[in-house]
T-cell receptor, first 114, second 115 residues
C-alpha cells in the first residue's frame, strides 16, 4: 500500500545510455513532481505536472523528458546520460499545485553514471 | 544562491532533551514553510508546516516557530527520542512569479538523539 513508489531503486549505467525511472502514486493526487538531490544534498525541483500537464520546468537539460500517461504516473526519461546526472531522484505528489499542502515523496532512485 | 539555509549540518542531543533545528531564508515572498524528515534510503516525509501569517504551530512533540522580521524559523522537538534521529529539511514555498508553488529546500540538518 505504498503511497508513492519508484522503480528502480538503484540504477547503474554508462555514459551515453538512455534510461527511464518510473513513478506511481495511489493517493489520488492531481500533481506530481520530480526532484534531484545532488552530491551537495540539495533537493531541487525539476518538473511538476498537474493533471498530466507540465506546469513547472526548472532549468533542466532537454535530455530529461518527463512523461505522464495518466494522473497517477510520472516517468522520467533521460537521454545520453552524463557523469553529472549521478544523483538521487525523488518523485513526489500533492493534492494540487500552489496550495498550502505538503508533498508526499517516493523512496528515491539512486542513479550512478560511470 | 541559497534561498533557504540550514547552517548546521549536524546536531547531537541527549534523549529526553530539547532539539532545536534552525533555518534561515532570504526571500520575503515565501508564504509557507514546511519541515520534512528523512531516514536513510527513504524519501522525505512531511512533519509540520506553518503559514507566514502565524508565528507558531504545534503538533505533539513538534513545534515550529517563525520570525518573519528575522527571516528565521526553527523546529523544536521536546522531548527528543532516539527514533527522531534523521535528516531534517526545511522548505519554503514560493508565492509569486516563476517560483509559485515550488518548494525550495535547505541542505538539511542531521539530528542524532543519543540514548
Amino acid at each position: 500500500d505504498t503511497a508513492v513508489s519508484q522503480t528502480p531503486k538503484y540504477l547503474v549505467t554508462q555514459m551515453g545510455n538512455d534510461k527511464s525511472i518510473k513513478c506511481e502514486q495511489n493517493l489520488g493526487h492531481d500533481t506530481m513532481y520530480w526532484y534531484k538531490q545532488d552530491s551537495k544534498k540539495f533537493l531541487k525541483i525539476m518538473f511538476s505536472y498537474n493533471n498530466k500537464e507540465l506546469i513547472i520546468n526548472e532549468t533542466v537539460p532537454n535530455r530529461f523528458s518527463p512523461k505522464s500517461p495518466d494522473k497517477a504516473h510520472l516517468n522520467l526519461h533521460i537521454n545520453s546520460l552524463e557523469l553529472g546526472d549521478s544523483a538521487v531522484y525523488f518523485c513526489a505528489s500533492s493534492r494540487m499545485p500552489g496550495l498550502a499542502d505538503e508533498q508526499y515523496f517516493g523512496p528515491g532512485t539512486r542513479l550512478t553514471v560511470t | 544562491d541559497q534561498q533557504v539555509k540550514q547552517n548546521s549540518p549536524s546536531l547531537s542531543v541527549q534523549e529526553g532533551r530539547i532539539s532545536i533545528l534552525n533555518c534561515d531564508y532570504t526571500n520575503s515572498m515565501f508564504d509557507y514553510f514546511l519541515w520534512y524528515k528523512k531516514y536513510p534510503a527513504e524519501g522525505p516525509t512531511f512533519l509540520i508546516s506553518i503559514s507566514s501569517i502565524k508565528d507558531k504551530n504545534e503538533d505533539g512533540r513538534f513545534t515550529v516557530f517563525l520570525n518573519k522580521s528575522a527571516k528565521h524559523l526553527s523546529l523544536h522537538i521536546v522531548p527528543s527520542q532516539p527514533g527522531d534521529s534523521a535528516v531534517y529539511f526545511c522548505a519554503a514555498r514560493g508565492a509569486y512569479g516563476g517560483s509559485q508553488g515550488n518548494l525550495i529546500f535547505g541542505k538539511g540538518t542531521k539530528l542524532s538523539v543519543k540514548p
